[in-house]
């Protein structure tokens, strides 16, 4: 079993920063994408981020320029470093892996969320 596991998140005021980190544990096998994603109550879950295992990023265009993601591969750890925070952008952010392994000679990929981190902007 592969498990993701968010922190720190928690209250930050409008136009500060927050650094959110998701590592992965367990019988890992190697991990390509890891990504972020986001919802507010009421709201779709919306897609952040996301970092391939050689360093490529895609970002969504309401995060881009205030958001960036990374990883520690050796770590299999991936990161959102938010800053500019807005109250908009309160909400529950969850990270996602793509966990690829081989079970009896087939190719698998096993799609991992994370519990998810309370992020809250407010003055």
């Known amino acids: 079993q592969v498990q993701l596991v968010e922190s720190g998140g928690g209250l930050v005021r409008p136009g500060g920063s927050l650094r959110l980190s998701c590592a992965a544990s367990?019988?890992?096998?190697?991990?390509?994408?890891m990504g972020w994603y986001r919802q507010a109550p009421g709201s779709r879950r919306e897609f952040l981020a996301e970092?391939?295992?050689?360093?490529?990023?895609n970002y969504d265009d309401s995060v881009k320029g205030r958001f960036t993601i990374s990883r520690d591969n050796a770590k299999n750890t991936v990161y959102l470093q938010m800053n500019d925070l807005e109250p908009e952008d309160t909400a529950v952010y969850s990270c996602?892996?793509?966990?690829?392994?081989?079970?009896?000679?087939?190719?698998?990929?096993?799609?991992?969320w994370g519990q998810g981190t309370q992020v809250t902007v407010s003055s």
């Open positions: 996602t892996a793509e966990h690829e392994f081989e079970a009896k000679g087939t190719f698998m990929r096993q799609n991992l």
């Open positions: 367990g019988n890992i096998v190697s991990i390509n994408a």
């Open positions: 970092i391939f295992r050689g360093g490529a990023t």
